[in-house]
Structures are given as structure tokens and as C-alpha cells.
């Protein structure tokens, strides 16, 4: 069971905006720093957005991230059927003393 | 061009053992921390573990850790995780990240960037 909480699925039509959301504590989400991961089997993950809200040279602006408190958020506007994919959010646990990612949450592009 | 190469996955008896390597290049190696993350078939991916640019610091995951050993050789550019008494629950792909600490050994700040195309462990007898 992970530390954080994402919904397994999400699903949208191209063109619209999607959200996913991630839920966690004061000692991951609410301390430190959420970033978000994209992963298709078979492939290398890939850095989407870093340090809540940054997004790395390259990643379209289409992607963003938010955070509130002890949770955080990864929206995907003018979605495009290459965006069907797994999305992953992390961040570091003060607690457990390591990295902690969320399920995942499969994205489905109708 | 950044870039991470893993090898040495293979198929493995469950309490047999295997030696990961991933070797870097295109940027100063000795500079990054780097982390070992995996993917179990159906699953999400899971921390691993973690190690210093210096290797003085290392962190586990709770669920390798006393089992799993991560190490680096700096002037070969090269992280390794030697996995001893494997379980069935350790077959994954397993992928090696460079860690980005922008703040020096603050952790809460990190993210991982690059990430290298993974090898697969199989434990099965």
C-alpha cells in the first residue's frame, strides 16, 4: 500500500483538461517538495514536473502542478491520446527516510 | 547527452543473488546522488534505494533493506545494487536515476532526472 494516494484511473477526451490528485502526510507532501513522473512500461520514466510546480525544459506547457498542504495535483490541459500513460507522483518521507510514490494513476484517453 | 545504461538483470532462485550495474556518462557522476527504483510486473514503481555523490550516505527501502546493498564506483562512473537472498516479490524491472539535491543533502527537495531504460530481475525457481 503506498504512502501516497492517487485514483488508479482517469480518463478524458482529446482536447480536455484532466487532473489527477495526490494524497499524503505532514512528513512527505506537507514538508517537502512533490514531483511528478510519467511511465510507460517498457520505457524509461520521465521527469514531467519537479519541485511542485516546475517544469523541466522540454515538457510541454500543457502540464502542471499544484500543492496545497498535504497535497498536490498534476493537470493536463488539451489532452492528446499520446498522453495515455501511467503518471506517478513522489516525494521525499521524513519519517521512513526515503522516496515514496504514489500508485500511479492510468490515464485513459477516450 | 546524459545517460544511464543497466545490466546484469537476469533470472535468479528465489535466495540466490544478483549484481546490477548502471553506467553513467555525459555528466559529472561523482556530483549526483543516484537511486535504484523498480517496477514489479502490475505494480506501481517503488523506491529502492539511494546513495551520495561522495557514497557517504546511503538510504533503503524497508522492504530490501539488510538485503539489498547500493554502492558506486566514482572513477568508473558506475552505480551498482548487489541484491542478496532475492525473493519471489523482488522480480521488477529495475531502473537506475540520477537524484538531483539542488539544496546539498537536503532530500526534501530532490526529484529524478534522467532515468535509465532498465533491466529486468526475475526471481522464480
Known amino acids: 500500500q503506498s504512502v501516497l494516494t492517487q485514483p488508479p484511473s482517469a480518463s478524458g477526451t482529446p482536447g480536455q483538461r484532466v487532473t489527477i490528485s495526490c494524497s499524503g502526510s505532514?512528513?512527505?507532501?506537507?514538508?517537502?517538495?512533490v514531483n511528478w513522473y510519467q511511465h510507460l512500461p517498457g520505457m524509461a520514466p520521465k521527469l514531467l514536473i519537479y519541485n511542485d510546480v516546475q517544469r523541466p525544459s522540454g515538457v510541454p506547457d500543457r502540464f502542471s502542478g499544484s500543492k496545497s498542504g498535504t497535497s498536490a495535483s498534476l493537470a493536463i490541459s488539451g489532452l492528446q491520446s499520446e498522453d495515455e500513460t501511467d503518471y506517478y507522483c513522489a516525494a521525499w518521507d521524513d519519517t521512513l527516510k526515503g522516496v515514496i510514490f504514489g500508485g500511479g494513476t492510468k490515464l485513459t484517453v477516450l | 547527452e546524459v545517460l544511464l545504461v543497466e545490466s546484469g538483470g537476469g533470472l535468479e532462485q528465489p535466495g540466490g543473488s544478483l549484481r546490477l550495474s548502471c553506467a553513467a556518462s555525459?555528466?559529472?557522476?561523482?556530483?549526483?546522488?543516484m537511486s535504484w527504483v523498480r517496477r514489479a510486473p502490475g505494480k506501481g514503481l517503488e523506491w529502492v534505494s539511494v546513495m551520495s555523490g561522495g557514497g557517504e550516505t546511503t538510504y533503503y527501502a524497508a522492504s530490501v533493506k539488510g538485503r539489498f546493498t547500493i554502492s558506486r564506483d566514482n572513477s568508473k562512473n558506475t552505480l551498482y545494487l548487489q541484491m542478496d537472498s532475492l525473493r519471489v516479490e523482488d522480480t521488477a524491472v529495475y531502473y537506475c536515476?540520477?537524484?538531483?539535491?539542488?539544496?546539498?543533502?537536503?532530500?526534501?527537495?530532490?526529484?529524478?532526472?534522467?532515468w535509465g531504460q532498465g533491466t529486468l530481475v526475475t526471481v522464480s525457481s
Open positions: 505532514r512528513s512527505n507532501i506537507g514538508s517537502n517538495s
Open positions: 536515476a540520477r537524484m538531483v539535491v539542488p539544496a546539498s543533502m537536503f532530500w526534501g527537495t530532490s526529484w529524478f532526472d534522467p
Open positions: 555525459g555528466f559529472t557522476f561523482r556530483s549526483y546522488a
